[in-house]
């Protein structure tokens, strides 16, 4: 029989209040590992919306927001860029390849991108993943029209169904209900923004757009399908167009050239940086969150503490009979923080468990339902340093019973409950 | 000499009345001496000083020939944890440990003691035989739980805890006054043979008139701390 031995029996007898206090320590620890690598994922899914890509080109304006519409197709573009520009720009003999992306449509609450089929070849993902086809294959008649997988699954399209592109970002006021789009190609899951466009060819984007120009007047009638498949439809404008190079090392001089495009106001971003950018602007809700997960593991040690200090009191008995046997009031408080050690080990233990043991549940579903792919099950070395950490913190806090029952013993003696 | 005393005086506040007054008291190695002495007449302020949880103000206190006042607080509580057993008018036993492991609980902090109760045939066949001539079959009663004992269990249990690793001295407070009429004597035959077996000197602490019979030598507070009971003061 020893000090250790002794604490884990003296717990072990206290078993109700005892799992209790352990199951708050799990909960918070839960929470805190979970939390921080949610983040961890969350920043690494964000970061891998996009790569490969050396620089994006758009409208002038703030960098982010080019970010946000050309990757995340989240808002829109103040103004558009002329093709005049983009194929000057695609021609240049520093650029491998160009991505155009024209925006502005919608279907069903989805963004459509007009795009060619560089998008497919191109585009990549999740340190350099390209895009796979699930089913069908890329556009390559007129109306075909490529859908990401969130789409498909939510709107339950597969290869061959028809659907109606909206003009503008819905509202349904403009359908092109008279145009024969169906779905040709969907896209195997990215975990990106990718999953929730429909992409269709520029042409078609044209196509869509003719009967409302001047070349409905020019024609002198409706035209039809088949029709508007005889026409060479070269489109004027797009939204904006990601670039590859041939070598990272024009990267800056090309960023300047297109900067300082003499035929309309251009900005090229390089990715990298607007995403830091960008992240920077969310990491306050994310110290928020970590904030919130370290409070309630403090509260689970402050209950921890109150627990153990409760529990003083009907033990005045149990440190007096130590104290006959020999026990100085430094081992009475060695006890409670062996205790306090204990307890928070095992909840901690039991929090890492937890955290492991949801991650591997969930991760296949987690990628699947929100596109955010749980990199790693098993903890990491910091996890283990946060753990450790949690158990000194658990031991710190055990010092405040400690030394009250230290003090206690030392007042009682021998003589306590006569 | 187990306890020998001069000139002991005790307060609980520095100033205040004395607790204890004590001019001297001188206990042979091996004797089974009674203290008796009502409430209030310093009973609980010798145990403390006895086992050495307390140090009287002034005057010397030498427990088994060690002078008390020259050990700090940790290494008079080793000396209590090395060299005596203090047994307790009730509640004596760790209501999650089992019987023996009660009896063993005093070889936790003490390595003398378990050098001592390894050298006498290992600890737990001394716990064992302990609890035996106190009359608790081990195999009976040693894997039990304290609660589900008796009083007079109990307190025999806290004996035999007392006495593992042989200590020098034994001191009990009130060890019988929970117990009936029959089992006091039992309790205090069982405790006085089984020290005198062990060689340790019994100190009992007890306000029960039943128990005089048992004790060769008798010391009454009222007397021997009678400058600090009429209120004189300590020159």
């Known amino acids: 029989m020893n000090l250790g031995t002794l604490s884990i029996r003296s717990l072990l007898s206290r078993r109700w209040t005892v799992i209790l206090t352990i199951f708050s320590i799990a909960v918070s620890v839960l ?62 003999r520093r650029v491998a390849w160009t991505i155009p992306l024209a925006l502005g449509d919608s279907h069903r609450g989805y963004r459509v991108l007009g ?26 008649d007129l109306f075909d029209v490529v859908v990401g997988a969130e789409v498909a699954d939510a709107l339950g399209y597969t290869v061959g169904s028809d659907l109606v592109i909206e003009h503008g970002l819905g509202g349904g006021i403009n359908k092109h209900d008279n145009l024969p789009f169906a779905v040709s190609g969907i896209l195997a899951r990215t975990g990106t923004p990718v999953d929730r466009t429909i992409h269709v060819s520029l042409a078609a984007l ?31 404008s797009i939204t904006a167009y990601m670039v590859g190079l041939k070598s990272k090392t024009s990267i800056f001089s090309l960023q300047r050239d297109i900067n300082n495009y003499r035929g309309e106001a251009l900005m090229a971003i390089l990715p990298g940086v ?12 994310e110290t928020a969150l ?13 209950g921890m503490m109150t627990m153990l200090l409760a529990g003083l009191n009907e033990r005045r008995r149990e440190m007096a009979i130590l104290r006959a046997v020999g026990a100085g009031p430094r081992h009475i408080a060695l006890l409670l923080v062996i205790e306090a050690s204990a307890l928070s080990a095992a909840g901690a233990g039991l929090g890492l468990a937890a955290v492991t043991v949801i991650y591997a549940l969930l991760a296949d579903w987690i990628g699947a339902t929100y596109g955010l792919f749980l990199s790693r099950i098993a903890p990491t070395p910091t996890e283990w340093l946060l753990v450790a950490g949690a158990i000194i913190g658990g031991a710190l806090a055990g010092l405040v019973p400690a030394l009250r029952a230290a003090r206690q013993s030392l007042a009682d003696g021998l003589i306590v409950g006569k | 000499m187990a306890v020998r005393i001069d000139n002991l005086a005790f307060r609980w506040s520095p100033g205040g009345p004395a607790v204890l007054d004590i001019p001297e008291l001188e206990i042979a190695d091996g004797a089974q ?130 006495l593992i690793g042989n200590p020098g001295l034994v001191i009990a407070d009130e060890p019988t006054s929970a117990l009936d009429a029959a089992n006091r004597q ?7 043979n089984a020290c005198r077996d062990c060689g340790a000197t019994l100190i009992v602490v007890s306000h029960d008139e039943a128990l005089f019979p048992f ?18 003061p300590i020159s």
Request: hydrophobic share 45%; net charge neutral; with cysteine.
């Open chain 1, 31 to 92: 929470l805190v590992l979970g939390v921080d690598r949610l983040r961890h994922d969350a920043r690494s899914s964000f970061a891998n919306t996009v790569s490969g890509t050396d620089l994006i080109v758009g409208a002038r304006t703030g960098s982010v927001q080019l970010l946000l519409y050309s990757v995340f197709r989240i808002g829109n573009a103040t103004s558009n860029i002329s093709w005049k520009s983009h194929a000057d720009f695609a021609a240049d």
């Open chain 1, 115 to 140: 795009t060619t089929s560089s998008y497919f070849e191109h585009y990549r993902y999740a340190d350099g993943r390209r895009l796979g086809m699930a089913d069908g294959k890329p556009f390559d």
């Open chain 1, 206 to 236: 044209e196509a869509i757009h003719i009967d409302f120009g001047p070349a409905k007047r020019a024609a002198g009638r409706e035209l039809d399908a088949d029709g508007l498949r005889t026409l060479e439809l070269k489109p004027r």
């Open chain 1, 274 to 285: 607007a995403m830091h950018e960008l992240w920077s602007t969310v990491s306050v809700a």
């Open chain 1, 290 to 302: 970590r904030a919130v997960s370290v409070c309630v593991l403090v509260s689970a040690f402050l």
């Open chain 2, 33 to 162: 001496v009674l203290i008796t002495g009502p409430s209030g007449s310093g009973k609980t302020s010798l145990l403390n000083i006895l086992s050495g949880i307390t140090l009287p103000n002034s005057g010397n206190v030498e427990i088994l020939n060690t002078d008390m006042r020259t050990l700090s607080a940790a290494a008079r509580d080793a000396f209590r944890a090395d060299h005596i057993g203090v047994i307790f008018q009730m509640f004596n036993l760790i209501p999650y440990l089992s019987v023996t492991e009660n009896v063993m609980l005093a070889c936790t902090f003490s390595a003398a003691r378990r050098d001592r109760a390894a050298g006498a045939g290992g600890i737990t066949e001394q716990a064992h035989r302990l609890l035996t001539s106190l009359g608790l079959a081990p195999d009976t009663f040693g894997s039990r739980r304290v609660d589900a004992l008796s009083i007079g269990q109990q307190q025999r249990v806290a004996a035999a805890r007392a």
């Open chain 2, 186 to 192: 039992s309790f205090i035959d069982l405790v006085s």
């Open chain 2, 215 to 232: 004790f060769d030598h008798r010391i009454d507070m009222t007397s021997l701390n009678a400058r600090a009971l009429s209120g004189e």
